[in-house]
């Protein structure tokens, strides 16, 4: 069975940074990698995604804030994340998609808050 394990996450104050992990247990080739965050009492929202050739996509919120970048020899994804907002204080959920569906990982808990 292939998990995704994420690393990172924590609490930080307006303007700091942050790096979230994901790496998958096998080798496997994902065709997209991203990462989903889901603030208390809101729908759960797409923040960027990366495909297999290195496409990246962000929400309006975190363009110029964030990074997306993945390593497909290692199978790991990063989200680098730089002058942190309050509002992006949620739970962040890598995915991956690959041959047999989508897989999830655990979620990490990244709060903003001075």
């Known amino acids: 069975q292939v998990q995704l394990v994420e690393s990172g996450g924590g609490l930080v104050q307006p303007g700091g940074s942050l790096r979230l992990s994901c790496k998958a247990s096998?080798?496997?080739?994902?065709?997209?990698m991203g990462w989903y965050r889901q603030a208390p009492g809101e729908q759960r929202e797409l923040v960027a995604s990366v495909t297999g050739d290195g496409t990246t996509t962000y929400i309006d919120s975190v363009k110029c804030r964030f990074t997306i970048s993945r390593d497909n020899d290692q199978n790991t994804g990063d989200l680098q994340m730089n002058n942190l907002k309050q509002e992006d204080t949620a739970v962040y959920y890598c995915?991956?998609?690959?041959?047999?569906?989508?897989?999830w990982g655990q979620g990490t808990q990244v709060t903003v808050s001075s």
């Open positions: 096998r080798n496997i080739y994902m065709s997209v």
């Open positions: 995915y991956a998609t690959w041959r047999a569906g989508t897989l």
